[in-house]
């Protein structure tokens, strides 16, 4: 398996063809999922006791498998939060794998690890966070979140009086679902303060005031969001900052999907209280024009993630001794295997410069105006609410869930887009609506208008 020959040489040409490609094409269909028994069906048995060859599977992946995915960057892809990853990071994503670069530990990783602490200082400095303040990229906002978490709470448990109590952090009913998914790993407890809308100081001041002694007591962390993954809401981060600081808790922001906002100018005054922050979820692989995967996890203070994070074993000795120094990225997060995931989004910035990503996220901005415009315009449609960072929420007046529904499988059926629907909470009940989220500045106006023409 791991010897050179002419059929691995070919088999490489094969697949760089390929890639080149993807890479190089304008448009791209939009596929759909299969069921396992149909692709069974078109494939057959892949693995075996002798392999069906290389050539052969990869025929199989071209012609069928292929086929039954939905790309990510589909301009017309505009359902949860898609991605973009620009041609320079996809590019690059190939020769990350091709470098076999364990990414854990500078001793091993030196090189791609110094590249991705280039990328993520741009990061750092778009938060505003002072000095001191670093981060590491990981799988996604869950992993970051989770990490984020896990340091909070060692640190609260610094004092002997927590150290047996099972911790409780607030967020509210907007936050990302990672939130309640990390806080069941991580065993804490969390509290929902019932907003869809803007988490205002307000609001948790007064939620605090009513726990009980116990769960005051429990508490340590609040968990704010930069930027809903329903509507793109940014919470109040200047408010909440304050009470954190008051009530000595740990201020975390999930700005996983809104992070990327940042670097427009038009938006970023609305993120003020940001960089008060204990910590900060962003991912890359969504607003930033990076492949998956690719999260990252920020701290003010990173030497608190190490003391939660530092793996220990004798065979990691090494990589603490003296001839070994350098930056451990698994020190400030969950996980000791990781690849130098940060690569690509290094060398998409350094070919095109942070002009050109603050030109692509403000695009994003701008379309969920336009749309918004276009959705006023028109009779049969309303807003649900204003657009917000690069999300819109509309309604087709008239329309049950199931014609939402329908909608959605008609048009991906047609290979034509997939918007999805999603529930917004009107008054006491969840209403279903439609949404876009925009993230490729290669939609148009065009494929807006067409889609909203689709609710006939």
Not at 13 to 42: C, N, Q, W
Not at 163 to 179: D, F, N, P, V, Y
Not at 290 to 299: E, L, Q, R
Not at 338 to 359: C, I, M, N, Q
């Amino acid at each position: 398996m791991h010897k050179i020959d002419i059929e691995l040489i070919e088999m490489t040409l094969d697949v760089m063809k390929y890639a080149i490609g993807r890479i190089s094409a304008t448009e791209h269909h939009i596929g759909k999922p299969k069921k396992a028994e149909e692709l069974k069906a078109l494939v057959g048995d892949t693995i075996t006791e002798k392999g069906i060859g290389g050539e052969y599977a990869f025929n199989l992946w071209k012609e069928h498998l292929s086929k039954a995915n939905v790309p990510v960057d589909h301009p017309r892809n505009l359902a949860f939060v898609p991605a973009s990853p620009t041609r320079a990071a996809v590019m690059f994503d190939l020769v990350t794998s091709a470098s076999s670069i364990h990414g854990a530990y500078w001793m091993e990783g030196a090189g791609g690890i110094f590249c991705e602490n280039e990328a993520m200082q741009w990061i750092v400095s778009l938060t505003g966070m002072p000095e001191g303040a670093f981060g590491v990229f990981t799988s996604g906002g869950t992993a970051a979140n989770l990490s984020a978490i896990v340091t909070a709470r060692e640190y609260w448990r610094r004092d002997d009086t927590y150290k047996r109590e099972k911790g409780l952090i607030i967020t509210s009913i907007g936050a990302h679902s990672s939130i309640k998914a990390m806080a069941k790993v991580a065993d804490v407890d969390i509290l929902l303060v019932d907003t869809e809308e803007k988490l205002t100081g307000i609001a948790l001041q007064e939620t605090i005031e009513n726990l009980t002694f116990h769960q005051r007591k429990r508490l340590f962390a609040v968990v704010a969001t930069g930027g809903t993954t329903n509507a793109g809401i940014i919470d109040d981060l200047e408010g909440i900052a304050k009470v954190c600081k008051a009530e000595r808790l740990w201020f975390h922001v999930d700005a996983a999907y809104g992070g990327g906002a940042l670097a427009a100018d038009s938006v970023r005054p609305l993120f003020k209280g940001i960089e008060k922050a204990d910590s900060i979820t962003i991912d890359p692989h969504k607003w930033m024009f990076s492949p998956y995967d690719c999260g990252a996890v920020i701290y003010k203070e990173p030497e608190l993630a190490k003391e939660a994070h530092s793996q220990q074993g004798s065979y990691l000795d090494i990589f603490k001794d003296e001839g070994a120094h350098g930056f451990n990225p698994t020190d400030y997060q969950i996980q000791l295997t990781r690849r130098v995931r940060g690569l690509p989004l290094w060398f998409s910035l350094a070919t095109h410069g942070t002009d050109r990503y603050k030109e692509s996220v403000e695009r994003g901005i701008e379309l969920a105006q336009i749309a918004g415009r276009m959705i006023e315009a028109d009779p049969n449609l309303e807003l649900v609410r204003e657009p917000s960072l690069s999300c819109v929420l509309y309604r087709r007046k008239g329309w049950k869930p199931e014609d939402y529904t329908h909608w959605t499988y008609e048009n991906h059926n047609k290979g034509f887009a997939l918007v999805t629907p999603t529930k917004w909470k009107n008054g006491e009940v969840y209403e279903t609506v439609s949404r876009f989220c925009f993230i490729n500045p290669d939609t148009t106006e065009k494929d807006i208008q067409l889609i909203l023409n689709s609710m006939v």
